[in-house]
């Protein structure tokens, strides 16, 4: 007689997910392949729940991001890397089947993570360069994470596993989460959005004056949760000096699309005297606070000290156009803006910022 196999992990989530709904008999799709044996989805399989309270809408939990069978991996503590995705979905009236797409979405999810190792944690955001749905009209653009209101944190027999739920939100709003934080941001928008539940067709929170109250009032109390903004448009060149010649300072290019959002993330984490570094392709920039302004290169980062008036020489320029300015503080470092290309997902260009 075959041994019976040990679903131990998955049975933890189908309990946590029972005493939340009772009886209910979620919508559940499985993968037919195993990813690790080829399968074109990584995640063994994702439940659906029809929910009706505050709204009607669809509850997705996520298995196999944590470990669904026996124990394999050394972390005792931890089961898999530790967490589960969840997605609240609006849901239409006489609404049978959730939508495909937002299956896709876990499922790229989880390509992500398998693929990248990075994992995901409560407070995280991810742009999405694009709608959340493709093809479609929204103004989602990006996902935040945040612990799920109804599942707590999990003790299974193969270590602990968080529950994580993803909001859509718009690109303003990732903005004002990078200026401030995701979990203060997204507290400031519950009223509005009960559950986080994500609905497609709502209207940008960053224009309610609550909200943008409460993050501005954040930002000063707080400063800036992000440390590291990843900028593909990103190049540094080294001053140069010339005999017979005037000196040339040395230059950073960024690209139009981050100039203000940088000036408001510099100003957010110098003022609290946090780092922020700034990542690109071939260099990463820091800047960090300190009394003398100063600039020192080495072969993979370039380190810049700024006091208060260094960082006013430089937010006060910082603005989505192409164009360059001088900062006297740091040895007239150049800094230059080029335009950014908005491109679709055939590669076309659809909008050009600066």
């Not at 972390?75 to 049978?96: K, P």
């Not at 930002?219 to 000096?241: N, P, V, Y």
Request: hydrophobic letters at 35%; glycine letters at 8%.
């Amino acid at each position: 007689m075959a041994e019976e196999e040990n679903t131990s992990g998955w049975d933890a989530i189908d309990q946590a997910a029972q005493q939340l709904y009772g009886e209910q008999e979620p919508k559940h799709y499985g993968t037919a392949i195993p990813y690790m044996l080829g399968g074109p989805d990584p995640l063994d399989g994702i439940s659906a729940y029809a929910v009706d309270t505050p709204m009607p809408h669809w509850h997705f939990v996520t298995y196999g991001f944590s470990e669904l069978y026996g124990k394999e991996g050394d972390d005792a503590s931890r089961s898999g890397y530790g967490f589960e995705l969840t997605f609240r979905l609006t849901r239409c009236e006489n609404e049978s089947e959730p939508p495909a797409w937002a299956l896709n979405l876990l499922q790229n999810m989880g390509r992500y993570v398998f693929n990248s190792g990075n994992l995901f944690q409560p407070g995280d955001y991810l742009d999405a360069n694009g709608p959340i749905c493709l093809n479609s009209d929204t103004l989602l653009t990006a996902l935040a994470f945040v612990e799920d209101p109804d599942l707590p944190e999990l003790n299974t027999p193969n270590g602990s596993v968080q529950f994580i739920q993803m909001v859509g939100i718009t690109c303003r709003e990732l903005e004002m989460i990078q200026s401030w934080n995701t979990r203060g941001f997204l507290a400031a928008c519950e009223s509005y959005m009960p559950k986080y539940v994500t609905d497609l067709m709502r209207n940008s929170y960053a224009d309610i004056p609550s909200v943008i109250q409460a993050t501005e009032r954040g930002i000063e109390e707080d400063g800036s949760s992000t440390a590291f903004l990843f900028i593909q448009q990103l190049s540094w060149e080294s001053a140069r000096k010339k005999l017979l010649q005037k000196n040339i300072p040395a230059k950073l290019q960024l690209g139009a699309q981050q100039a203000t959002l940088l000036a408001s993330i510099l100003r957010s984490r110098i003022a609290k005297k946090a780092t922020l570094s700034l990542i690109g392709p071939n260099i990463n920039i820091v800047f960090e606070a300190g009394e003398h302004p100063s600039l020192v290169e080495t072969e993979r980062e370039v380190r810049l000290t700024v006091n208060q008036q260094a960082v006013l020489e430089i937010t006060e320029q910082l603005r989505p156009q192409a164009g360059s300015f001088q900062v006297p503080s740091l040895d007239k470092l150049l800094i230059e803006i080029v335009p950014t290309q908005i491109k679709d997902q055939e590669g076309n260009v659809i909008k050009t910022i600066g």
